[in-house]
């Protein structure tokens, strides 16, 4: 194995302050005491103490986790069974399911988030349901996350031993309590996988956030895409460091538990 | 309508011979199909009504004329294409064979920059210690975690015109003093590439982790240099990953808006902002969708080329 | 005649199990079932009797796993029926029947330790927490594996994961156990280790066996009767001696053993007797009754084992129905030698096997000459083909 060079290693560590600059700009503007502009002030906390106060903000942050929470949900359960189908059941289409399954993955979210836009729309003039609102955004929001945790969990279930469903038939468990006390317990770490990177897409979502949602039920992503088109106020500077921090400590956080899973 | 329902159902019957359950148990024809419906069932029916249809209706629409705000009506006409490809009702007009030509030219820039940038990269990762391996994969995907706006408006800071960078830039006459790198064609491009960087980088670095050194060994050995070294006994072997790192880059840079429209300004209009704008500020429906239809095919066309692509590679391979 | 006093035969491949036995244990009657086109059993019918040790014998992709699965419940034959002591369990889910499985993959369940696996069954049952408590011990103290109770499968070795899977059966104490090539992974000593604890097992619990190899030395080694399966159906069913001593087919002939196949054209039938014209001139062979009828100047094939070829040194006189023969081959196995012999007239080769105490084969070299001696009767054997 070559050894890494210090020309290799000078390029690649420009690169990942490269990769950082955008995270570091915005954590150090978080602490610059100037309003506006982007002159460096001085150093202050004020902008961390006026997050608590920000109704808006709060506001936003609640709606935010709420859409995340719900829509892994309803995503988790209905992508783990079609994830499950796809890999133990052998029906007519079940290749070309499993390779449409990659479309929506692929198809670039302002398309997806303008046809629901129309979608609604259409509904709506016939027969009033889907106002835009968080029951939209949550619909729109397990759209796309079906086919990720379709994906992982179907994946996952490629290194799962087919024998021991068998095995557990064969000791007397009934469909049901195979499922329960053998196929679930062994499925969990994918399930949890696809209801993590699903729970991330929705906490990270703009596009389709900002086309289907309504007055009332904006989300930190909007709420920050506002505030960039009017003119970054620093308490956003602040609120995007706290964002940026718990990326990082989850980021970390699944790291070493995978690590301990797999050690 | 009930006989309908019935047929339905007997078709499913004789096929239902057909349908094995790979692994488990004995289950007649008739609780394998209950089974794999109440299973797949669900999430098909789902998927069908809230992604299916609603993009079946923008090509619907997309043939149908424009009423009046947020509205559509039923003339069919092929109005919204031609405005498309440049023939709209005043003679001939480029802009949105522009749009496209420059949301192509964009996802294939950033695609190419990204595979530059990234090569170095995965290289110097694959040459670590397994700790520091893992520490500097995690510090790879801590930015992919984290949400793209913050990524991208962190951009308008770096590159205001008081700026270090700005004033950097201006010094070297590269822009005229006082203006800034924002809003700008340049802030486009660093902030495309630097956000779709981690998509390139791992699935680059996932090929490098598996490379066989001993055929570079052996192209040393026959007097190679450095370059034909990377490009006969490397570049080979590390392209599934570039494919699968270009296809990740490219076409979801080709529908990227949030990015031109935060750090573009007005001449850097792509296909997502043609769609944004016709959808909600201008209310011409048709007309979005259209634009929607043929970035889709664009990506559709993408996508159907890697996958032939990429089968050839693996068999080669 | 042989001595074939043990031997059970019928001409039909519905074999009645030993008599004495009341109601089988298994009774699989006209059994048929195919993958995309593909038959994997044609109509296959068995009977088993309490307490036997039966093995299905076969190359891969006989059918012989296929029909323990069946017979288990894991698959739905296309068409025909399965009897367990009586019942008829077609029909009946695999969690329902009186019957376990001991898996070639073993299947233990990784996120539970080796007490909840043998638990595992019980627990289906819903017995209370005392009984299968009593129960797993036992089970466990039966097997051997009572050290391993708080372990992990990943964490045995392919020996102990055998006898893990083995208790989790049987702790159940079904009517039935199925082992699906449970020794195929195991190296030789551990195999011929553990073939002899099964058999010993077996004999203790007098629960019927079922065991599916390809293993031909382990199914005669372990086995009260033998189905040799091919191509989807039962070639012969008998137990190890008369299918080792009276194979019926070729097939059967050369999958158990090795054997000489001698071609040849029928001269006569005289009774229970076939005379035929064979390269080693006429020889005269036993048809026991049930065997298909042969006449005058029909093609037939005779079989003659190669350790029932008597040898002797080239002195002498031919004697009559003695050919000359010089060795093409000599393989040395410890106790015995395989001597490739290349008769004088004609183009027959020979398969010999003598034990090294006699004849003093091991010291042979290739191109010197032997004679063969005289093929008695009872040494000589039909094949259908």
């Not at chain 1, 986790?65 to 079940?94: I, K, M, N, Q, W």
């Not at chain 1, 696809?194 to 992503?221: K, R």
């Not at chain 1, 909007?222 to 602040?238: H, V």
């Not at chain 3, 619990?205 to 382990?218: A, N, P």
Request: hydrophobic share 50%; with cysteine; proline share 5%.
């Amino acid at each position: 194995m070559k050894r890494n060079t210090t020309l290799l290693r000078t390029i690649a560590l420009a690169l990942f302050l490269f990769l950082y600059a955008p995270i570091v700009a915005v954590v150090v503007f978080s602490f610059n005491a100037a309003r506006f502009g982007t002159g460096w002030k001085g150093f202050t906390l004020e902008w961390y103490a006026s997050l608590p106060g920000n109704n808006v903000a709060l506001a936003a942050a609640w709606n935010t986790f709420l859409l995340a929470l719900c829509s892994t949900a309803v995503a988790t359960v209905l992508g783990t069974l079609l994830g499950y189908a796809l890999r133990r059941y052998e029906f007519p289409g079940r290749r070309l399911v499993g390779r449409l399954l990659h479309v929506p993955v692929f198809v670039p979210d302002i398309i997806m988030a303008v046809s629901l836009l129309l979608f609604f729309g259409l509904v709506r003039q016939w027969c009033g349901l889907f106002e835009l609102g968080l029951g939209t955004m949550i619909v729109a929001h397990v759209t796309f996350q079906i086919p990720f945790v379709a994906i992982v969990v179907r994946s996952r279930l490629a290194g799962l031993d087919p024998w021991l469903e068998e095995a557990a038939h064969d000791l007397g468990a009934n469909a049901w309590q195979t499922f329960l006390k053998v196929t679930l317990p062994l499925m969990l770490p994918g399930v949890m996988a696809g209801a993590m990177l699903a729970f991330t897409l929705s906490l990270d979502d703009f596009v389709v956030s900002f086309f289907t949602s309504g007055p009332g039920s904006q989300t930190l992503p909007i709420l920050i895409y506002g505030s960039a088109r009017r003119g970054i106020t620093p308490d956003i500077n602040a609120l995007s460091t706290l964002i940026i921090g718990l990326s990082a400590l989850a980021t970390v956080g699944v790291t070493l538990l995978q690590r301990r899973r797999e050690g | 309508m009930f006989g309908w329902w019935s047929d339905a159902f007997a078709w499913l019957m004789a096929r239902a011979r057909s349908i094995q359950v790979l692994r488990g148990e004995a289950l007649s024809g008739r609780q394998r199909v209950l089974r794999i419906l109440g299973a797949a069932g669900p999430a098909g029916f789902w998927l069908l009504i809230f992604f299916l249809v609603p993009l079946l209706l923008i090509l619907g629409v997309s043939f149908l004329s424009r009423g009046e705000l947020g509205t559509v009506e039923t003339p069919l006409t092929f109005e919204p294409y031609r405005r498309l490809a440049g023939f709209g009702l005043l003679g001939f007009d480029p802009l949105y064979p522009i749009i496209l030509a420059r949301s192509v030219v964009l996802g294939a820039g950033t695609a190419l920059l990204c595979v530059i940038c990234a090569l170095p990269m995965a290289f110097f990762i694959a040459g670590l210690r397994p700790t520091w391996k893992t520490a500097a994969l995690t510090l790879v995907i801590i930015p992919l975690w984290t949400n793209l706006l913050i990524r991208t408006y962190a951009w308008q800071l770096l590159l205001a015109p008081e700026g270090f960078l700005s004033r950097a830039a201006a010094a070297l006459g590269l822009i005229e003093a006082g203006a800034g790198l924002y809003p700008g064609a340049a802030a486009v491009y660093a902030c495309m590439v630097c956000d779709y960087l981690p998509f390139m980088v791992l699935p680059l670095y996932a090929s490098v982790e598996k490379l066989d050194w001993s055929f570079a060994e052996a192209a040393m050995d026959l007097g190679a240099n450095g370059w034909n070294v990377f490009r006969h006994a490397l570049l080979p072997q590390i392209k599934p990953g570039l494919f699968a790192g270009c296809l990740l880059v490219f076409l979801p840079a080709t529908g990227q808006f949030v990015i031109p429209d935060l750090l573009g300004g007005a001449k850097t209009s792509m296909i997502g902002n043609a769609i944004q704008q016709q959808f909600l500020a201008s209310g011409d429906w048709p007309f979005g969708s259209a634009i929607a239809v043929v970035s889709l095919g664009v990506v559709m066309l993408g996508l159907w080329v890697f996958t032939r692509q990429s089968r050839e590679e693996m068999e080669l391979l | 005649m042989p001595d074939v006093a043990e031997v059970t035969q019928s001409d039909t491949p519905s074999v009645e199990a030993p008599a004495g036995v009341s109601t089988p244990a298994v009774e699989v009657t006209g059994v048929s079932r195919a993958f995309s086109g593909v038959r994997a059993l044609d109509n296959v019918s068995l009977t088993i009797g309490r307490g036997e040790f039966f093995s299905l014998l076969g190359p891969s992709g006989c059918g012989k796993t296929t029909l323990l699965r069946i017979i288990a419940g894991l698959d739905l034959p296309d068409s025909g029926s399965v009897r367990l002591g009586g019942r008829d369990v077609t029909h009946t889910p695999a969690h329902r029947r009186p019957v376990n499985t001991v898996f070639q993959s073993y299947a233990l369940f990784p996120h539970m330790t080796v007490r909840d696996n043998v638990a595992f069954g019980l627990r289906m049952k819903k017995l209370l927490a005392p009984e299968i408590d009593r129960r797993v011990v036992e089970g466990m103290e039966k097997t051997s594996i009572i050290e391993l109770a708080a372990r992990r499968p990943t964490q045995l070795s392919g020996g102990q994961r055998q006898r893990v899977a083995l208790a989790r059966a049987l702790v159940n104490e079904p009517e039935v156990l199925l082992l699906d090539e449970p020794l195929a992974a195991l190296d030789l000593k551990l195999r011929r280790q553990l073939q002899v604890e099964l058999h010993a097992l077996q004999r203790r619990l007098g629960i019927t066996f079922i065991l599916v190899t390809h293993d031909q030395e382990e199914a005669l080694a372990l086995s009260d009767r033998i189905a040799v399966l091919h191509g989807g159906h039962i070639e012969q069913l008998a137990n190890g001696r008369a299918l080792y001593e009276r194979p019926r087919t070729r097939f059967v002939a050369q999958f158990l053993g090795t054997c000489n196949l001698l071609p040849g054209t029928v001269r006569e039938v005289r009774g229970e007797t076939i005379v035929a014209a064979t390269d080693l001139g006429e020889l005269a062979a036993p048809l026991e009754k049930g065997r298909r009828k042969f006449s005058a100047g029909e093609q037939c094939t005779l079989g003659v084992r190669p350790e029932k070829i008597i040898l002797r040194e080239a002195q002498g006189e031919l004697r009559p129905g003695e050919h000359e023969a010089s060795i093409l081959d000599v393989v040395y196995n410890g106790p015995d030698t395989d001597l490739s012999l290349q008769l004088q007239s004609g183009s027959l080769k020979l398969q010999v096997c003598c034990l090294n105490a006699n004849l003093r084969a091991s010291n042979r070299q290739s191109g010197q000459r032997l004679i063969v001696t005289r093929m008695t009767e009872e040494n000589l054997i039909v094949l259908d083909d």
